[in-house]
């Protein structure tokens, strides 16, 4: 796990590099599915109300149906259904990037066919996961997906859920498929992070994807986050971005950062699904509980999440559904 960097030296910061130029950069939300009471069927109302509240706030990237969004609870039909709302209600206000990840090169083939005949304009793609691939099988999997659809591709370095690290060796050889143009790094591992940027920032854009290594990421050469905290909390992740990236106010980005260092850090260890869900409800904007069989937070966890909400400034009265 990242800590909290230190304040970053003016050699370092001199070093960042090229201010981004293309759409792919800032904050990318993987926005949560919300579910309706009872049934859990897919609530798409709460959906159109949380991509907007996300795009009020300044997010520059959706991406649906990513783990943030419960994609393994849901079923084939219903992640080209999210993705569906998703695209509707952007309304081409910012990339939608949709998730297509699968155990089978065909699920993945189908659903990221699905994503371009609906108007999304690039895929992020898990590596296969339980069963592990080699990392020649990894390679053409990732080659059949690109020769079928002519998107570009994110690949997304999770090895606690996938088994299977994105390494820079392996990295050098998925960059050469064609429409592999970008890496979601989620290993939260720096000195891999830099090593990556180092030999790879020409070929590949790179996100972070580590909630608390977010400002350790940006600093050392990320363009951007996929950053699942945004969904409760959207206007300070584009406040952190634009303060390194932009504004270079990195006293500011690192006041910032104590607070909502606190709140990823609650993320990653208490039950991620619900504990987005909760912070969302806080935020303003209720989008439900975790699919089945996951469950709420506790009451006390709730406390304690409130109070890492409230630091940020970040509570607001619920609007929309009551919580379930």
Same mark, same amino acid.
């Given at each position: %796990?990242?800590?909290?960097?230190a304040?970053? &030296?003016?050699e370092?910061?001199?070093?960042?590099? /090229?201010?981004?130029m293309?759409?792919f950069?800032g904050?990318?939300s993987p926005v949560?599915?919300?579910?309706s009471p009872?049934?859990?069927?897919?609530?798409e109302?709460?959906?159109?109300?949380l991509?907007?509240?996300?795009?009020?706030n300044?997010v520059?990237?959706?991406?649906? !149906?990513?783990g943030?969004?419960?994609?393994p609870t849901?079923s084939f039909?219903e992640? $080209?259904?999210v993705?569906e709302v !998703?695209v509707?209600?952007?309304?081409g206000? *910012?990339?939608?990037?949709?998730?297509t990840?699968a !155990?089978?090169?065909?699920e993945?083939?189908?659903l990221?066919?699905? @994503?371009e005949?609906?108007? !999304?304009?690039?895929?992020m793609?898990v +590596? +296969?996961y339980?069963?592990v691939?080699t990392?020649?099988?990894?390679?053409?999997?990732y080659a059949?997906?690109s020769?079928?659809?002519?998107?570009?591709? %994110?690949v =997304?370095?999770?090895?606690a859920h996938? $088994?299977?690290?994105?390494?820079p060796e392996l990295?050098?050889?998925?960059?050469e498929? +064609? #429409?592999?143009?970008m890496l $979601?790094?989620?290993?939260?591992?720096?000195?891999q992070?830099q /090593?990556? *940027?180092?030999?790879l920032?020409?070929k590949? &854009?790179i996100? #972070?994807?580590?909630?608390?290594?977010?400002?350790?990421g940006?600093i050392h050469? @990320?363009?951007?986050?996929?950053w699942?905290?945004a #969904?409760?909390?959207?206007k300070?992740?584009?406040?952190? =971005?634009?303060l390194?990236i932009e504004?270079?106010d990195?006293?500011?980005?690192?006041?910032l950062?104590?607070?909502?260092?606190?709140l #990823?850090?609650f993320?990653?260890?208490e039950? =991620?699904a @619900?504990t987005a $869900?909760a912070?969302?409800r806080m935020?303003?904007?209720?989008?439900?509980v975790p699919r089945d069989p996951? &469950? +709420?937070? &506790?009451s006390?966890?709730e406390?304690r999440l409130?109070k890492?909400?409230e630091a940020l400034?970040?509570l607001?009265e619920p609007?929309?559904a009551?919580?379930?």
């Amino acid at each position: %796990m990242w800590l909290e960097p230190a304040a970053p &030296t003016e050699e370092l910061l001199s070093q960042r590099r /090229r201010p981004p130029m293309s759409e792919f950069h800032g904050i990318f939300s993987p926005v949560c599915t919300p579910f309706s009471p009872g049934d859990q069927s897919i609530d798409e109302d709460r959906l159109r109300r949380l991509i907007d509240f996300q795009l009020d706030n300044g997010v520059h990237g959706i991406i649906p !149906c990513g783990g943030t969004g419960e994609f393994p609870t849901l079923s084939f039909d219903e992640r $080209k259904r999210v993705t569906e709302v !998703c695209v509707d209600q952007v309304n081409g206000r *910012v990339p939608v990037m949709a998730h297509t990840g699968a !155990c089978s090169t065909r699920e993945v083939i189908e659903l990221s066919k699905h @994503a371009e005949s609906i108007g !999304c304009g690039s895929l992020m793609i898990v +590596p +296969p996961y339980y069963e592990v691939p080699t990392d020649d099988q990894l390679v053409a999997h990732y080659a059949a997906v690109s020769d079928a659809i002519p998107l570009p591709i %994110m690949v =997304y370095s999770i090895p606690a859920h996938s $088994k299977i690290n994105l390494t820079p060796e392996l990295l050098h050889r998925l960059a050469e498929i +064609p #429409n592999v143009t970008m890496l $979601k790094d989620s290993t939260s591992d720096l000195t891999q992070f830099q /090593r990556i *940027v180092s030999e790879l920032s020409d070929k590949l &854009t790179i996100f #972070n994807g580590s909630d608390v290594g977010a400002l350790a990421g940006l600093i050392h050469g @990320a363009e951007g986050c996929v950053w699942g905290v945004a #969904n409760a909390t959207p206007k300070a992740c584009v406040n952190l =971005y634009e303060l390194v990236i932009e504004r270079k106010d990195f006293a500011g980005a690192l006041n910032l950062w104590q607070d909502l260092y606190a709140l #990823n850090y609650f993320f990653e260890t208490e039950g =991620y699904a @619900a504990t987005a $869900k909760a912070a969302t409800r806080m935020a303003g904007v209720d989008i439900g509980v975790p699919r089945d069989p996951f &469950t +709420p937070l &506790t009451s006390e966890q709730e406390s304690r999440l409130e109070k890492l909400m409230e630091a940020l400034g970040a509570l607001a009265e619920p609007v929309g559904a009551t919580a379930d």
